[in-house]
């Protein structure tokens, strides 16, 4: 067992029982690269484009820069499978985005709302589209 394993812990969310290195505020505490499956820093959620929003944290991982910054850094875990998507879409950004894809839809050409993103520099259905290009 490796020197920062020294105690065991049950996972509140799954109920395995884990080797950590102690424990720190009541929460297990786990070294870097040690941490159970499932669990993000705030850092790593972000990067999931999720959000600890109204999470509480289950988990500590703590690590030690390397020479010459040798302090320790805390970060605190969350469990990935309870967190959210960072902007929740409410009905005015569905307004918003309805309205950025009708514009996308919306042949400059002929003024008609097509069941496709409009192309080419004139922003053109794909019939306009063709029109010209047997034209040209
Ligand atoms: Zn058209």
């Excluded at 941490?35 to 030690?64: K, M, N, W």
């Excluded at 879409?89 to 839809?105: E, I, K, L, N, V």
């Excluded at 008609?112 to 794909?126: F, I």
């Amino acid at each position: 067992m490796p020197a920062d394993q020294v105690d065991t812990c049950e996972l509140s969310w799954n109920g395995q029982t884990v080797f950590c290195a102690g424990f720190r505020d009541g929460l297990p505490v786990f070294g870097w690269r040690r941490a159970p499956a499932g669990l993000a820093t705030r850092r790593q959620l972000r990067a999931l484009d999720l959000s600890e929003a109204g999470l509480d944290p289950v988990a500590l991982l703590v690590y030690r820069h390397r020479r010459p910054f040798r302090h320790e850094e805390v970060a605190e875990l969350f469990l990935v499978a309870d967190a959210r998507p960072v902007q929740p879409m409410t009905p005015g950004r569905w307004r918003q985005h309805d309205a950025m894809m009708r514009a996308r839809r919306t042949c400059r050409t002929c003024r008609q709302v097509v069941d496709h993103c409009v192309r080419g520099p004139k922003k053109q259905c794909s019939t306009c589209y063709d029109v010209e290009g047997i034209a040209a």
